[in-house]
């Protein structure tokens, strides 16, 4: 059977030569006799993956020696907890720019641990259509957080937010890491779950300056302090092996592609073949977000009726392509165009959604 055209938000697409790759370590890594997922995580062959995924984070990013990588479990929404419970002091707030369902649950769970949250700008009064331009910081603030990518209503940061000098800036970029260039010296933490654009689900990656992590809090369990990490090379306890070597297979595929410059005009090209198609359609897509704040990983529109809208999912997938419908918190369609995502896919659902179109309008 072909593959299909796989428009899942996450877990996601995969390179194809990535797959190819990992289905034959997977029963014998490099000659070795085993599968790189029977490989001891002290072993000297693991020991190379992981210092090579490390190395390729760094070397794509152009990161120093001032910031550190780590590989942490639990996903985006451990990191929720983990944020605050860290770099929030006693007596300081936690800022957060709220631009959706991440977003708010980062403002939950620092709630939840008894921290001071001040939501210093929020687009929840046009549905999270928009990326605000300006924030208002509290007057202590520990941090200021955003969301670089909203996976769910499809925005978007443009550029990266000015703050004030002494404000740390931590970014959630599970659904846009490594799709664009990034400056990432404005920031004191990004961390991005890996299974929207970096591999498979099971681990998040964290890219955090070195003397940051000299301001966090004392008396932490140990899981969940990012020194613990820090300290041991990412391998206090067993990590994500097989997780990890996926990463650093993509991360090999975005260096083979050209680098972030190059990945990011493919996003461009993929996503305007589709906002074309809406733009385009005299109101029959009408897309949730603002022009200027559009998404390029995740593109949300919407169809005069829930009927239409299954009828379009369903369609679609009798074509080969699957993962069409909104999240279930806002219904719809969506189409994830993450960076493995090949252009031909893009292309075909620009043409089916033309097609369609011409039969239903």
């Known amino acids: 059977m072909?593959?299909?055209?796989?428009?899942?938000?996450?877990?996601?697409?995969?390179?194809?030569e990535v797959?190819?790759?990992?289905?034959?370590?997977?029963?014998?890594?490099?000659?070795?006799?085993?599968?790189?997922?029977?490989?001891?995580?002290?072993?000297?062959?693991?020991?190379?993956?992981?210092?090579?995924?490390?190395?390729?984070?760094?070397?794509?990013?152009?990161?120093g020696d001032d910031y550190d990588v780590l590989f942490i479990q639990g996903g985006a929404s451990m990191q929720f907890l983990m944020t605050p419970m860290?770099?929030?002091?006693?007596?300081?707030?936690?800022?957060?720019?709220?631009?959706g369902v991440w977003s708010k649950k980062a403002i939950e769970q620092a709630n939840l641990i008894g921290k001071k949250v001040h939501v210093a700008a929020s687009s929840e009064d046009k549905k999270f259509s928009y990326i605000p331009k300006g924030y208002e910081l509290s007057d202590n603030p520990a941090y200021l957080h955003i969301t670089t990518n909203n996976t769910i209503y499809g925005s978007e940061w443009q550029i990266d937010p000015e703050v004030p000098a002494g404000v740390p800036l931590i970014a959630d970029a599970s659904s846009n890491f490594m799709s664009k260039?990034?400056?990432?010296?404005?920031?004191?933490?990004?961390?991005?779950?890996?299974?929207?654009?970096?591999?498979?689900?099971?681990?998040?990656?964290?890219?955090?300056?070195?003397?940051?992590?000299?301001?966090?809090?004392?008396?932490l369990p140990s899981m969940l302090d990012y020194n613990t990490y820090h300290k041991a090379g990412s391998m206090f306890?067993?990590?994500?092996?097989?997780?990890?070597?996926?990463i650093g297979l993509v991360l090999k595929w975005i260096e083979n592609f050209g680098g972030l410059d190059k990945v990011h005009q493919h996003n461009l090209t993929k996503a305007g073949y589709i906002y074309d198609v809406i733009d385009k359609?005299?109101?029959f897509y009408k897309g949730h977000v603002v022009a200027e704040d559009r998404s390029l990983m995740n593109i949300t529109f919407r169809l005069s009726s829930e009927e239409l809208e299954a009828k379009f999912i369903s369609e679609a997938a009798a074509k080969g392509m699957i993962g069409l419908k909104g999240h279930r918190s806002t219904g719809g369609c969506r189409a994830s165009t993450y960076n493995s995502l090949p252009l031909p896919a893009a292309k075909a659902l620009s043409e089916f959604m033309t097609e369609f179109m011409k039969n239903n309008g």
């Open 86 to 99: 860290n770099f929030a002091a006693e007596g300081k707030e936690v800022n957060i720019i709220h631009t």
């Open 181 to 219: 260039p990034m400056d990432v010296n404005r920031y004191s933490l990004i961390y991005a779950g890996a299974q929207k654009n970096v591999g498979p689900a099971g681990c998040v990656v964290v890219i955090v300056k070195k003397d940051y992590l000299n301001t966090i809090n004392e008396g």
């Open 19 to 63: 797959m190819r790759e990992a289905q034959a370590d997977f029963f014998n890594y490099k000659g070795k006799g085993l599968s790189v997922m029977e490989m001891s995580h002290r072993s000297k062959d693991y020991q190379e993956i992981i210092d090579q995924t490390y190395a390729r984070v760094k070397s794509i990013y152009g990161l």
């Open 237 to 246: 306890n067993t990590p994500p092996t097989f997780t990890i070597y996926m």
């Open 281 to 283: 359609s005299d109101g």
């Open 2 to 16: 072909e593959r299909v055209h796989n428009f899942n938000a996450g877990p996601a697409v995969l390179p194809e």
